[in-house]
T-cell receptor, first 107, second 114 residues
Framework: EDQVTQSPEALRLQEGESSSLNCSYT??????LFWYRQDPGKGPEFLFT???AGEEKEKERLKATLTKKESFLHITAPKPEDSATYLC????????FGKGTRLHILP | ETGVTQSPTHLIKTRGQQVTLRCSSQ?????VSWYQQALGQGPQFIFQ???????GRGNFPPRFSGLQFPNYSSELNVNALELDDSALYLC?????????????FGPGTRLTVL
């Protein structure tokens, strides 16, 4: 069964304290792995697409990496405005989302 | 370039009623997907439309149906509403259906079923 599991469910960090979020997946015929950011009461905001193992993408304080079984979203020196839920999704013939990681950055 | 818009923003219905939610896709996008997001959960795929045809469906019963119009806007219809249908309904548009192109989401419609 196709599945996406994100960990941890929630994470509290001090401002400037770097960390990583994990997305483990089992899916046949992967056609892309996506990271989104979602603020409360809003729709997800696209961050990255990764297509093959070894691929990396960066945007400001965020860096996404992909292996054959998982993806990591690394957050370097986070700021309070990085607080949000981060969602991972994979695509084969449909898109499957994980439950997300709620990230809270304390000032 | 306009983003994805959805209407209404909030809606309250009672069990057994029917509801129609609307979505205007981002300019130039020909593919629209609908998702249901319960509180504290990730979005769950309902179905996708490409050039006015359904192009994939998740594990939702037939009382969830949709339409896509020639201008690529879309509707989600839900019949015989149940309490568990209370959720945030998200619409997302993308440029092409076959590649893993990123989807751009609207702000969602919050549906409450009493």
């Amino acid at each position: 069964e196709d599945q996406v599991t994100q960990s941890p469910e929630a994470l509290r960090l001090q401002e400037g304290e770097s960390s990583s979020l994990n997305c483990s997946y089992t899916v046949s015929g992967l056609r892309g792995l996506f990271w989104y950011r979602q603020d409360p009461g809003k729709g997800p905001e696209f961050l990255f697409t990764l297509y093959s193992a070894g691929e990396e993408k960066e945007k400001e304080r965020l860096k996404a990496t992909l292996t054959k079984k998982e993806s990591f979203l690394h957050i370097t020196a986070p700021k309070p405005e990085d607080s949000a839920t981060y969602l991972c999704a994979v695509r084969n013939d449909k898109i499957i989302f994980g439950k997300g990681t709620r990230l809270h950055i304390l000032p | 370039e306009t983003g994805v818009t959805q209407s209404p923003t909030h809606l309250i219905k009672t069990r057994g009623q029917q509801v129609t939610l609307r979505c205007s896709s981002q300019s130039g996008h020909n593919t629209v997907s609908w998702y249901q997001q319960a509180l504290g959960q990730g979005p769950q795929f309902i179905f996708q439309y490409y050039r006015e045809e359904e192009n994939g469906r998740g594990n939702f019963p037939p009382r969830f149906s949709g339409l896509q119009f020639p201008n690529y806007s879309s509707e989600l219809n839900v019949n015989a509403l149940e309490l568990d249908d209370s959720a945030l309904y998200l619409c997302a548009s993308s440029l092409a259906v076959d590649r893993g192109n990123e989807q751009f989401f609207g702000p969602g419609t919050r549906l409450t079923v009493l």
